[in-house]
């Protein structure tokens, strides 16, 4: 979806209302604080949206519960971030963004970390069918010394003191993708064994001797780099494609990742890091014009609580969304970036 249908469809903080009521509720509103349905729509013209719970004595909306509880922010602007993010498919910087939404930075931080918390998918799912596996290295060049004399060569491939980051994905689906401390054999089947299952399933990788020990308990085919990039159909092009666009990202907003692992030195300590997950696309797909209706569509889930009656949940609730399982170019990377750094 487009800023123009954005624009034509929700018009209006009314509309925007209206469209999440139908998505959450449809035609039985129901309390997100008791979970009843004896409820009742507030005839005040200064409370929009506004309702009453008969069983519990409390007001809501439809927002109450979900990443947009209580913000003071327009629901449009909420849409047009929406929209913004999920078509950047290098990422959108919270400077950028605040200058396309005529609001303040912070402001859009705020919405852009909770939109991301919405983007994580909650429930785990093996990888299946064809997956692709390998790894990366994502940080900055070594910063030469003040005399020339003084630098050194930087180490590259699996030498460099850049952060190690494994991932794996499905032909045309999903992509999991964790840091890890080292590039190791151990680490690379653990990483496999708890995200791939192997019945059924095909993992192609590059010749790393690390990755030997696949053939244990799965199907396991090899590309040579030396001498290949594909032979037919094995090739490790998709899950290369997508650490392209994770360093993308990395090199055009997000200036400062620091990894908090014993092999690692970070600018701050691991203790005062926060931890962000990025969504990132892992390749071009026919369901482009899909992904941010899907988003929308989901965006007035509640929590599963268990307050008893009466009793109100807290203000700020974890996070209440998820991508449906149709929308399959997302990727959850679990990265730390020092509260210090930058703004």
Not at 303 to 318: C, V, Y
Request: proline residues 6%; contains cysteine; hydrophobic residues 35%.
């Amino acid at each position: 979806m487009n800023l123009i249908s954005i624009f034509s469809k929700y018009p209006t903080q009314e509309s925007c209302l209206e469209h999440l009521e139908t998505v959450r509720w449809g035609d039985n509103p129901t309390c997100p604080h008791c979970r009843s349905d004896k409820v009742a729509r507030k005839n005040e013209l200064d409370k929009v949206g506004r309702w009453n719970c008969h069983a519990c004595k409390s007001s809501f909306n439809v927002l109450s519960g979900t990443l947009m509880q209580k913000t003071k922010v327009p629901l449009q602007k909420w849409f047009l971030a929406i929209g913004l993010m999920v078509n950047a498919k290098k990422r959108l910087s919270s400077c950028q963004l605040a200058r396309d939404l005529d609001v303040r930075q912070q402001t859009v931080g705020y919405m852009q970390t909770r939109i991301r918390v919405a983007m994580v998918n909650r429930e785990r799912h093996l990888l299946q069918g064809i997956i692709e596996a390998d790894e990366t290295y994502l940080g900055g060049k070594p910063r030469n010394g003040n005399r020339r004399e003084d630098d050194k060569p930087a180490k590259k491939g699996r030498g460099t003191a850049k952060h190690l980051i494994v991932g794996a994905v499905e032909r045309g689906g999903r992509v999991t993708a964790r840091t890890a401390a080292k590039v190791r054999g151990k680490t690379l089947l653990k990483f496999i064994k708890d995200n791939v299952e192997p019945a059924g399933s095909l993992l192609m990788t590059d010749e790393w001797k690390g990755y030997g020990g696949v053939k244990n308990f799965m199907q396991h085919a090899v590309i040579n780099h030396s001498t290949a990039y594909a032979e037919g159909s094995v090739h490790t092009n998709t899950i290369e494609g997508f650490w392209s666009l994770l360093k993308r990202a990395w090199y055009g907003s997000h200036h400062h990742y620091g990894v908090p692992l014993p092999c690692c030195t970070s600018p701050k300590p691991a203790g005062s890091t926060t931890n962000a997950r990025m969504s990132i696309r892992s390749a071009p797909s026919s369901g482009d014009a899909s992904r941010e209706p899907a988003l929308l569509r989901r965006l007035p889930h509640d929590h599963a609580r268990s307050h008893e009656p009466g009793q109100r949940g807290p203000d700020l609730p974890g996070p209440a969304l998820q991508l449906e399982s149709g929308i399959q170019r997302d990727a959850q990377v679990l990265i730390t970036i020092p509260k210090a750094l930058g703004r």
